[in-house]
């Protein structure tokens, strides 16, 4: 507790793993201070403390038993607990050693739980009053009670047998209304009663499983999507990802029959099904795509990246701070920031333009696309932070808690390449490639791609009136030779000529465009 002015505040205490350390401290009363106000400002508490005395001037042994809180995975954390008391340890320049470190186990019980109700008041219908029809009324009506029923006295129990469920159902609780003695309890709508002595599963333990369950479906679904797209290339280009699915699969029966305890063929049923399930959730994902367009099992291996970076950097918010980790976020902000400017992603659109001769005012894009190129370009820029996700893994598994540095210039070195290869590889290289990309299928009188809002197509021109009279700039204009128009600007047209590797600017309203399919031998009428 912490103390506002006369009022105590509650401190909230997050964190992942308890561990018990005994540790072994040679000094004077004053380190033995500060020691143990370095721990209270952690918050580690010291459950047991032996030895002395020491003097400000005599050092003696004292041993420490104590908790040690901190975030992170179960993996590595032994050696992790010990590291931090080491950290502190050198910070205050003391001869301390840590002789044991050992987990805290606090894992309840998961017990089933009931909801209690209100039988109706008439159980057994009489014998000779009613008719049939009457006596099976109130066999449905009492069926619908116990089945159906809402839970009428709002109390829900969690206990690992029906007599100590309605026990607890029928105890009078300080404040509340005093049960009827109709009241008992059921399970959910066809959940059994647990069988006698049956094994209760761990709370914690059970939600992990669930936890690595679901990562291992989605595992599956991927390589299924990938192996489907790589099934006409042959057994050879795809046995490692049907390795990988073998793999994935026999982890999710593994963590079935911890979650069904005594069931395994339960458990391995269950897996099967989840195997089957995910294979044809993941073969009908890629073959759904249509003949070019963007491939689904490529969307997911991307969709699975971004998660798995948003996890790495999520645990190092959990490892630090909020205050710690927002200057590094700050980058990470960036297409949203140009988001606002969407002409700032126009340095593409220049690349691409420059491999034909051109700049941006001679072809208009519209804005929804610059705002898409700015969007692309900010996240090739952010591919750094897969460095930063790095981090977040190597300290939730308690790898760089003592000897940090090696790390630190191991990620520096990392995100400034990442961070280049994003900004250059990724990002303007990719434009300028694009551009000569599409000059190539101009001089190859085939159909250049789409980038951005650019949509060269092959095109007919007609002139309006005598072609003399007809301003051009850039070039000869010749009627009867096909032209691949780039677009247009301010009822200007910018038609590129393959033949002669140059770009005509003519004005729109003196011009007839034909777009072709492809690029004809001639363009000449007919006679």
């Not at 679901?214 to 280009?237: E, K, V």
């Not at 090696?406 to 590889?425: D, E, M, R, V």
């Not at 010749?478 to 200007?492: E, H, N, V």
Request: one cysteine or more; proline letters at 7%.
């Amino acid at each position: 507790m912490e103390r506002t002015g006369d009022r105590p505040v509650p401190v909230t205490l997050k964190f992942d793993q308890r561990a018990i350390a005994v540790v072994e401290l040679l000094g004077t009363t004053t380190e033995c201070d500060d020691f143990e106000q370095a721990l209270q400002e952690r918050r580690w508490p010291i459950l047991q403390k032996e030895g002395g005395p020491a003097t400000a001037t005599t050092a003696r042994t004292t041993r420490y038993l104590l908790e040690c809180r901190f975030p992170g995975s179960r993996v590595n954390a032994r050696r992790g607990a010990r590291e931090r008391i080491e950290v502190v340890g050198d910070e205050l320049q003391l001869d301390l050693n840590v002789e044991v470190t050992d987990l805290v186990v606090r894992d309840p019980e998961d017990r089933p739980v009931w909801c209690a109700y209100e039988r109706p008041a008439a159980d057994e219908p009489p014998v000779n009053s009613s008719t049939r029809r009457v006596r099976w009324q109130r066999r449905a009506r009492r069926w619908c009670a116990e089945r159906l029923a809402p839970y009428r006295t709002g109390r829900h129990v969690a206990a690992a047998s029906r007599s100590r469920a309605q026990e607890l159902a029928t105890r009078t609780l300080p404040g509340t209304v005093t049960p009827s003695s109709r009241v008992t309890v059921r399970r959910s709508i066809g959940t059994p009663d647990p069988d006698p002595g049956a094994v209760i599963g761990r709370r914690r333990r059970e939600a992990r499983e669930l936890v690595k369950l679901c990562h291992a479906a989605a595992a599956l679904i991927i390589l299924s999507s990938l192996i489907a797209r790589l099934w006409p290339q042959g057994l050879a280009a795809r046995w490692v990802l049907g390795a990988m699915a073998v793999a994935a699969l026999g982890l999710a029966a593994h963590w079935l029959t911890r979650i069904m305890p005594g069931k395994p063929g339960a458990a391995l049923g269950s897996a099967l099904a989840l195997g089957v399930f995910t294979a044809a959730i993941g073969a009908g994902i890629e073959a759904s795509g249509e003949s070019g367009a963007f491939p689904g099992s490529v969307g997911l291996v991307l969709v699975a990246a971004g998660y798995v970076v948003f996890t790495g950097i999520r645990l190092l918010v959990r490892q630090w701070s909020w205050r710690v980790v927002a200057p590094w976020l700050l980058p990470a902000l960036l297409p949203l920031a140009l988001g606002f400017f969407p002409s700032l992603g126009l340095g593409l659109h220049a690349l691409y333009l420059d491999a034909f001769g051109l700049n941006l005012e001679d072809v208009e894009i519209p804005r929804l696309w610059q705002l898409i190129a700015t969007v692309r370009l900010g996240l090739a820029v952010n591919l750094w932070l897969i460095a930063l996700a790095g981090l977040g893994y190597v300290q939730h598994l308690h790898w760089c808690v003592r000897d940090r540095w090696p790390a630190y210039t191991l990620l520096g070195f990392s995100a400034l390449s990442l961070l280049w290869t994003g900004f250059w590889n990724l990002g303007l290289e990719t434009a300028a490639r694009a551009g000569n990309d599409a000059v190539r299928a101009a001089a190859s009188r085939q159909a250049p791609d789409a980038y951005f809002g650019i949509t060269p197509l092959w095109v007919c021109v007609r002139p309006i009136g005598p072609a003399d009279g007809i301003h051009v700039d850039g070039g000869e204009f010749r009627p009867s030779r096909p032209y691949l128009k780039i677009g247009d600007a301010s009822g200007t047209a910018v038609l590129w000529d393959p033949a002669e590797k140059s770009a005509l600017k003519m004005p729109m309203e003196k011009l007839r465009v034909i777009p072709v399919d492809g690029p004809p031998k001639s363009c000449a009428p007919a006679p």
